[in-house]
C-alpha cells in the first residue's frame, strides 16, 4: 500500500512537472522580438500611455513564450521607459510587461512587482522604433 501511494505521489509530481513551464526555462528560450511583435508593443504603448508622444529613455527585452497548461501560447515583452503623466509631468522610469498571442496582437500589459521580477533576468537593447510613436 505505502508503495502504491509513493508511486501514485512520484507519477503526479513528474506530470506536473512535465506541464508546467518553470521560469528558468521561459529565460532561457529568450529571443529578440520580431517585426510583428514590435508593432503589438508599439499598439500596446499607444493604448497604455496617457501621452505615448512624449516617451523617452525606452529600452524593450528579448522575448520569452510561455505555454499555459492547456497548451495556449502568449509571448511576454518588457518595456522600461519614461513618459509624461496626466499632470504633463514625466513620471520616471518604469517596467511594464507586455503580453502578445503568438501573431503578434497585443492582449494584456502587467506591472504587476511578481510578474517584473522576470524581466530582470532578460537581455536588452534600446527601443529605438518608439521613435515612430512621435510621428502619430
Known sequence: MT????????AMAMTGSAMA???DEMVAGQR???SAEIAGVLQAMREYLYDPYSVRDVTISTVMTKTRRDGS???????NGNAKNQMGGY????????LLTPEGQHFN???NW???????RLNWRTFTETKALQSL
Open 73 to 79: 501560447v502568449f509571448h511576454l515583452i518588457c518595456v
Open 114 to 120: 511578481s510578474d517584473l521580477s522576470l524581466c530582470k
Open 91 to 98: 513620471t520616471g522610469k518604469q517596467t511594464t510587461m507586455v
Open 109 to 111: 500589459s502587467s506591472r
Open 32 to 34: 529578440p522580438a520580431n
Open 3 to 10: 508503495r502504491t501511494l509513493l508511486a501514485l505521489v512520484c
Open 21 to 23: 513551464q518553470s521560469h
